[in-house]
């Protein structure tokens, strides 16, 4: 497999839809309303508009866009940093080698268990387990063995994490295979840029510097049957629109060649990291104006991939971004090996970058349940195999709307019953109150009732 991202390419494109005219913008996001996604040459045309109107035009229609496929909900995981050495020099993070300063970590499986349990009182489902590329400190049958300690531990009111998606470097076909035995979730992998001499600046020595290795990961990950992926870019590396267009390329290509595309597309942008130049002074960072605009632009131009947001951004762009086509976010993160279980002020000598939302899960919760978002912890596609081209099948007609909304609705119940403080409690309940009445078809509003009344009473996990 070829690296199949050609500089040039992108750059035509986006010379091409320099000065866009109006009449022409206004057709895509017409388009863009028959929820089919967007070509290449129709999302640089979007990402070099600057009119406010037209703008103001695009968010709306990204809008429109994720309530349709989306609705109001909001899925809920946390990050689980297990081990931070690494053998790469990336400029941007806290964990890279030269970094002489950082703590250096590598939890052993009472302590992973130990962070688990803390993630667990908090009342997450899912995981997302990452650490630095290190042959030895973080081999590939240690973080095996951390995904089945984090699959195995409860805590002492039964809590448990349900569905574990990884961040790992690259490997081979049968090292996948061996990672999708382990019974992971989706595969995520940023790119960080799809720009080669910007990668090249960026990741001077190490495995990471062999830009194509990477790039080609998610298709061996899905020749070894892990079919969901997931795509990112880290901005403020390089032109964001040359990004958006990389990763709308990455997307193609895997459709294109597997049979399905990426199951979700991060958005990180660049935070501040202990001993990390480029984090320190981004290249080219990107305005908040530009950053929503970029999520805008991605929802519009692959309506069914879900879109991850992290505590890297401060709590107003959090909310900002969430209407625009958001579908997965983090609360409560630490990104310092052991921050969850020892809460220590020292973390950011052993962490990867700064957070800039410190608000705890309750809080986050309560926050975006406030705003009329439906928070959830809901795992059951993947626990039902509703993967991959599954889910995409499911994806398209609308059918998820139907099957998210009511999952969201009780996993909910479940966080609100189990982990919630008074005020969340309340502010919950009314929430779903309202929900039920909402729902148009008495069949539907029915089941959901009677669900809802089970958990109330005791019982757990309940799915469709
Ligand atoms: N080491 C693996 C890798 O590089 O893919 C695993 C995940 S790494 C711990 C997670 C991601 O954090 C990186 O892919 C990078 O995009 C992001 N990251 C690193 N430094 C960052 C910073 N200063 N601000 C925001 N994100 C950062
Ligand atoms: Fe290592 Fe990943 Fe950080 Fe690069 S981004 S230094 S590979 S942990």
């Known amino acids: 497999m070829k690296d199949f991202i050609r500089d040039t390419e992108i750059e035509e494109l986006l010379r091409k839809a320099d000065s866009p005219d109006k009449k022409q913008i206004l057709d895509i996001i017409e388009k863009s309303k028959e929820l089919k996604g967007l070509a290449p040459e129709e999302t640089a045309l979007l990402l070099q508009t600057d009119d406010p109107e037209l703008i103001l035009a695009i968010s709306e229609t990204a809008r429109e ?12 995981f946390a990050p689980l940093y297990i081990a931070n050495y690494c053998s790469n020099n990336c400029l941007y993070c806290g964990f890279r080698k030269d970094n002489k300063e950082l703590s250096r970590v590598s939890l052993t499986m009472e302590q992973i268990a ?4 803390a993630i667990e009182r908090e009342g997450h489902k899912r995981l997302l387990m990452l650490c630095g590329e290190h042959l030895t400190r973080s081999s590939l049958d240690y973080f095996i063995e951390a995904i089945k300690t984090a699959y195995d531990t409860r805590t002492e009111r039964g809590g448990e994490i349900r569905r574990i998606n990884v961040e790992i470097a690259p490997m081979s076909v049968p090292d996948f295979k061996r990672l999708k035995a382990a019974n992971i979730g989706t595969y995520v ?28 990961a998610m298709h061996r990950a899905q020749e070894a049957g892990i079919n969901d992926v997931g795509l990112g870019a880290l901005f403020g590396l390089y032109d964001y629109r040359y990004e958006v267009l990389g990763l709308l390329i990455h997307a193609r290509t895997l459709e294109a060649d597997c049979g399905v595309g990426p199951h979700t597309i991060s958005v990180p942008r660049l935070e501040p990291a202990l001993n990390a130049p480029a984090a320190i002074k981004p290249p080219r960072p990107v305005s908040d104006e530009d950053f929503k605009k970029l999520v805008a632009v991605i929802r519009m131009a ?35 090996p052991g921050g969850y279980s020892e809460n220590s002020s020292e973390g950011f000598r052993a962490a990867q970058f700064n957070l800039g939302d410190t608000r705890t899960t309750d809080e986050v919760i309560h926050d975006i349940t406030k ?17 991959g081209g599954d889910f995409m099948d499911l994806a398209k007609p609308g059918l998820i709307q139907h099957f998210c909304r009511s999952n969201a609705m009780m996993t909910f ?9 008074p005020r969340t409690r309340k502010l919950g309940e009314q929430l779903l109150t309202r929900l039920l009445e909402e729902t148009e078809k008495p069949e539907t509003r029915r089941t959901l009732t ?6 109330e009473k005791g019982e757990r996990d309940i799915f469709i």
């Open 65 to 76: 866009i994720k309530q349709r496929i989306y609705g109001n909900r909001l899925v809920l």
């Open 302 to 336: 692959v309506p069914y991939t879900g879109m991850i947001l992290s505590t890297r951004e401060s709590p107003e762009i959090r909310t900002a971004v969430f209407e625009l086509g958001i579908s997965q976010i983090s609360a409560g993160s630490r990104t310092n």
């Open 413 to 421: 119940k479940e966080y609100l019953m189990d982990y919630a403080s």
């Open 450 to 455: 009677e669900r809802l009344e089970r958990i």
């Open 189 to 216: 992998l940023f790119q960080e840029t799809y720009h080669h001499k910007t990668y090249q600046t960026m990741h001077p020595t190490g495995p990471k510097a062999d830009f194509a290795r990477r790039l080609t």
């Open 114 to 117: 130990e962070e688990v349990r």
């Open 371 to 387: 705003k009329g978002h439906i928070p959830s912890f809901c795992t059951a596609c993947y626990r039902l195999g509703r993967t």
